[in-house]
Nanobody
Framework: QARLEEAGGGLVQPGGSLRLSCAAS????????MAWYRQVPGKQRELVAA???????RYADSVKGRFTISRDRVKNTVYLQMNSLKPEDTAVYYC?????????WGQGTQVTVSS
């Protein structure tokens, strides 16, 4: 059974950096899309960044130039490097992949950007 586990969230000041990690276990196809989403209370979950299949990258306009998604296939882990963080980046960040028709989500990690 596929499983995702996020880590690396926390409290950071505006302008600071954090690196989130998403460790995958179980049966996940090698070229599955891996993505990061975020959600704040009262709003829909939104796509932040994704690695599509063979390696194409996608970013939300709000994070372009500040966030970088990467994948370590040996460790079966996806990272989200977040730089120049802003208060509006505060959210619960979720990792997601798909196994066939089924979406697989992690439990989420809280990121709070505040002085």
């Amino acid at each position: 059974q596929a499983r995702l586990e996020e880590a690396g969230g926390g409290l950071v000041q505006p302008g600071g950096s954090l690196r989130l990690s998403c460790a995958a276990s179980g049966v996940i196809p090698r070229f599955s899309t891996m993505a990061w989403y975020r959600q704040v209370p009262g709003k829909q979950r939104e796509l932040v960044a994704a690695i599509i299949g063979g390696g194409d990258l996608r970013y939300a306009d709000s994070v372009k130039g500040r966030f970088t998604i990467s994948r370590d296939r040996v460790k079966n882990t996806v990272y989200l490097q977040m730089n120049s963080l802003k208060p509006e980046d505060t959210a619960v960040y979720y990792c997601k992949t798909n196994v066939g028709p089924n979406d697989v989500w992690g439990q989420g990690t809280q990121v709070t950007v505040s002085s």
